[in-house]
């Protein structure tokens, strides 16, 4: 976009204000030039995509969307492991504007009212919706734009509820809503997208991990007595044959179950630490059901890889690749953002602190965290009732003709992309059910979206360790608007990992209609 950091602050600010406000006042966003220890920032990028309206929120709930617009997608990123700004080429703005929205309010710069309102996503939702029409009237020149709506994590559950809330009050407020991108969301049931699913996750990744042949044997056995191989089974039926059931309630997580069922959120809040090392151990572990419930693999699997000895580095559950060279790119914002100096420029700190400092010392800035925890515990435990995420896709889809493109890292384990697989194979859209043909097309870095004729259908099973080199940069399908792709060699958050692949996905996929 042109002018992606003079509307980042627009969250907090435009929230107060009434779109029914008669002449919105603009004069109070500023537009930023260059931030401390930067580069200038790029000023107008190709007319061809002047079309495109890209609003990207990081996850959580309760992280600033300032980690994807530095991680990968804007137009600055950190060099290394400093807080010094360097120009990003892959910047998503060369194709068209890109909004970076901090929410639900108290999310990175965004200030909210006590007592904190945003208590579930019902309300994140409306909130969202009514900062919207505002940031149309204040900036009516956006509101004929095609519009993309782009989440990580979290946000997989926002967008599709923001989306539907759009097209719910299209008459009264048009939005061309064209598409909605959700990356290593969880966009299912979370049995579907956990337990059912680890065991095959950590088979696909068991060099990496350092898994002992014994050790996984346990988890393949589980998944047998479990019913799980069952359902993996009919997840690789291209065309699916059916429904796709999960029987019981493993690891109480399955959605249909009557009995109480957990959200995937609670599954970090309630670790039963059984510290299992030994295969008895991690058997007993995962058939023990007063715990986390019965057929418990993703807990075990959680508690197995915290505690197993002889690793250098922590285990990361965002990307099993991690090594101790991993960046935390957290911490680099928290740094950065809390500065005073940053903060003056980017319309941060209030006027009257920043005047009163012309002569004196500087203002305080305010602390910036990169995630809040009281948003997250605020909203991930929220007792209302939030319909899956799979059940509102087929509507937004074959309904009302938007685009849906769903990507993963292939080292996820928070959010493992076989989930996703089994999560989409078991959707209907458009009257049918689920891919008819394998996700198998290879995709490269620098063609998101190769027609099959160029490049035939070829398996991949003869790549050792995933890198995006000749052997493409992932696999993908695509079939009536909707775009599955896997990236090779990313975590949770691909494009800090694939900025390349994710610019020639923005490109290609996400903005190509
Ligand atoms: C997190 O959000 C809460 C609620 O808005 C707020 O009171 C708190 O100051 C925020 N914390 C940080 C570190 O920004
Ligand atoms: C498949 O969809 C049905 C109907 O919505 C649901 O009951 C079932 O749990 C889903 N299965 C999976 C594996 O998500
Ligand atoms: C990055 O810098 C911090 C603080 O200087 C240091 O603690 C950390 O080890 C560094 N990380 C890497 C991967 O070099
Ligand atoms: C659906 O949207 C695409 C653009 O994304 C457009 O080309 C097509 O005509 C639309 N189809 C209908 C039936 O509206």
Redesign the pocket.
Known sequence: MRSVLRLLWAGSSLLSLSPAYATPDVSQFKKVDSLPDGPALPPTEDPAYDDNLMIWFNGGP?CSSLIGLTTGSGPISFEGNSTRLVANPYAWSKFGHVLYMDQP????Y?????P?PAIDNDRVTTQFYDWLQSFFAHFPHLQSKQVHLMGESWAGIYVPHFASAIVDNQDSFPIKLRSITLGDAPVGNPAAMSTVTIGKFLESQQSILQIPNDILAVFKEADETCGFDDILEQATQFPPGGSISIPGNPEILNYKSRRRSRDLGDMFTGSCNTQPTTAEEVRSSITQSSCSGPCATFSTAMDYLTTAAGRQCDFSIYDVSQDCSTIDSLSLLASYFSRADVQIPLNVLPFSSVTASNSASQPTP????AC????LS?VLGSQSPRAPIYSLLPTLVTSHNISLHIFFGEYDMLLNHYGAELVLQNMTWHGTQGFSHPINRPFYPDNAAPSVSRYPHSSSNNRKRNSPTASGAGRFASERGVTYHLFWGAGHNVMASRPREMFAYVRDVVVAG
């Open positions: 309760g309010v108290g999310t990175g965004s200030t909210a009212s006590e904190y305010s602390p910036f965290s809040n925890s009281t948003v605020t």
